[in-house]
């Protein structure tokens, strides 16, 4: 009986050598793997940050309203203006604001989520935290601006309550208040920290999660209290989770310009200069060099994190 050769085609050939190459070679398997997402990040990623650069050197005609295409500098002059300085101020200091507070919030959440949930009521908890972000962002927006309205369900029951004066005392303050909740800065750090909370909670968890239960029974052995344990090995040992998840609040709120848009009254921040600069006005030179600003303080941000350990929890 002769072999059957039909199944040893050059083509089968070609692949067994390859598959052998590969397999040998183990960089160049990993070379083939890394250069198509490395290509998509520097041509895409890399070329447009570069290009949003480049455009920041060149001016607008303000008579013709047309891009000047010559080098200066005189967008990154105008950033430092006290106006635009004091939009780059505000929304840093939002942005830091609401770091704290989902931090504050979700601390709690993702330890009991991490050392006392079990089974069913872990997975409830799971989808709690997550279910928010399974619906659409703008319908989430728009639900908080009919909860912060005059007439919303929050007045109505702080009125039931009783407690209408302690609303009105807060939108009396100058810094936070406004005609209303869903009109004023309170509102908007308000819903900031609602849409970012998630992502707070999630990284905190994950590294509550690390720490091992032989640490806290040695720490009780040792005689310590439950409130030395908690500074001195389960907020050190989480610390790279809330630098994790506060990557996500702080850089998301630092570049929003629907929420303050949507929830919000006059006050203007970074993002919404850099759309109405980019969108209304047509000045695209001086929002490309606008939008470098967050880039240099997430940057700053990022560096800060990276010395927290913030990456090992992502």
């Not at 250069?35 to 013709?64: C, E, H, I, K, Q």
């Not at 080098?71 to 604001?97: K, Q, Y």
């Not at 369900?153 to 209303?180: K, R, T, Y």
């Amino acid at each position: 009986m002769k072999p059957d050769h039909s199944s040893f085609s050059p083509h089968t050939g070609v692949l067994n050598r390859l598959s052998t190459l590969l397999y040998t070679r183990r960089g160049l398997l990993l070379a083939l793997l890394l250069t198509p997402p490395l290509l998509w990040f520097g041509v895409v990623y890399l070329g447009s940050l570069f290009s949003l650069l480049a455009n920041s050197f060149f001016r607008l005609d303000d008579f013709t309203g047309q891009v000047v295409r010559e080098v200066g500098l005189g967008n990154f002059i105008e950033i430092f203006t006290p106006t635009n300085l004091d939009v780059a101020l505000r929304s840093t200091v939002m942005a830091i604001l609401v770091t704290l507070a989902c931090s504050i919030i979700g601390f709690p959440i993702a330890f009991y989520m991490a050392r006392h949930a079990r089974g069913s009521q872990k997975a409830l908890l799971y989808v709690a935290v997550m279910l928010p972000l399974w619906s659409s962002y703008l319908v989430r927006l728009y639900a908080w601006k009919l909860l912060l309205a005059k007439e919303g369900a929050i007045s109505w029951v702080l009125s039931s309550l009783h407690l209408q004066w302690l609303l009105d005392g807060l939108l009396s303050m100058p810094v936070v208040g406004g005609s209303s909740m869903s009109f004023s800065p309170l509102g908007t750090f308000i819903v900031f920290v609602y849409m970012w909370l998630p992502f707070m909670i999630l990284p905190i968890q994950a590294a509550i999660e690390r720490i091992p239960g032989s640490y806290l029974e040695a720490s009780s052995d040792l005689g310590a209290t439950p409130s030395q344990t908690f500074r001195k090995v389960i907020l050190p040992l989480a610390m790279p989770g809330i630098a994790a998840g506060s990557i996500f609040s702080f850089s998301l709120t630092l570049g929003d310009y629907i929420i303050p848009q949507v929830i919000g009254n006059s006050t203007l921040y970074i993002g919404q200069v850099v759309y109405r600069q980019q969108g209304v006005a047509g000045n695209l030179p001086f929002a490309a060099a606008f939008s470098i600003v967050p880039i240099i303080i997430i940057g700053i941000y990022l560096w800060l994190a990276k010395r927290k350990g913030a990456f090992d929890a992502i």
